[in-house]
């Protein structure tokens, strides 16, 4: 079952403008990551924030992390075409099984030249 | 290319066949993973192994489906007497443990049952 439910489904922006995705999710968690898919390939790991991180950044992205509310999100700053692609979450549950990630639907980016 | 890779990219079978897939994680990771992804959703975990030990299968993960990592290496994913509901994105990840670990994935299997 899909824990992680990405907000928006679909968001298509020009080159250059910002782009933020949600993610929320049920369960306690012990780390939330986030991964970008290429139509039809595998899954390349963007960034990993535990949960006793509120925020962290790397290059152009940065990724917010809210327990309390449980979510997340990404910001992708000045973005590129090469940027379009689909973007999802995945949550390492608190416990034994912290090597299960569960993915949630994705958010599909398209950046527009 | 030190990555994850699988093997093969592609495959296209009819109903009832059997087929299997391998996977060769990076080489010092100890923790290997398969996920399936169906079109228009995120991965959903199906079995997970530490070095040769498989430690946890999902309930997604039928008789029909069976997973082997002969020391503790490559690993082979096997479905047998295939249905047109296995048609999927079968993917492969890895990862070296050392707490709070990121999760390596392959490019994936695509697999469609006729």
């Known amino acids: 079952s899909q824990q992680g439910e990405e907000d928006p489904q679909a968001l298509s922006i020009q080159e250059g403008e910002n782009a933020t995705m949600n993610c929320s999710y049920k369960t306690s968690i012990n780390n939330l990551q986030w991964y970008r898919q290429n139509s039809g390939r595998g899954l390349v790991h963007l960034i990993l924030?535990?949960?006793?991180?509120r925020e962290k950044h790397s290059g152009r992205l940065r990724v917010t992390l809210d327990t309390s509310k449980k979510s997340s999100s990404l910001l992708i700053t000045a973005s590129r075409a090469a940027d379009t692609a689909s973007y999802f979450c995945?949550?390492?549950?608190?416990?034994?099984?912290?090597?299960?990630?569960?993915f949630g639907k994705g958010t599909l980016l398209t950046v527009n030249p | 290319d030190t990555g994850v890779s699988q093997d093969p990219r592609h495959k296209i079978t009819k109903r009832g066949q059997n087929v299997t897939f391998r996977c060769d994680p990076i080489s010092e990771h100890n923790r290997l993973y398969w996920y399936r992804q169906t079109l228009g959703q995120g991965p959903e975990f199906l079995t997970y192994f530490q070095n040769e030990a498989q430690l946890e299968k999902s309930r997604l993960l039928s008789d029909r489906f069976s997973a082997e990592r002969p020391k503790g290496s490559f690993s082979t994913l096997e479905i047998q007497r295939t249905e047109q509901g296995d048609s999927a994105m079968y993917l492969c990840a890895s990862s070296l443990y050392i707490g709070l670990e990121t999760q390596y994935f392959g490019p994936g299997t695509r697999l469609l049952v006729l």
């Open positions: 924030i535990r949960s006793n991180e």
């Open positions: 995945a949550t390492a549950p608190r416990g034994g099984s912290n090597y299960k990630l569960t």
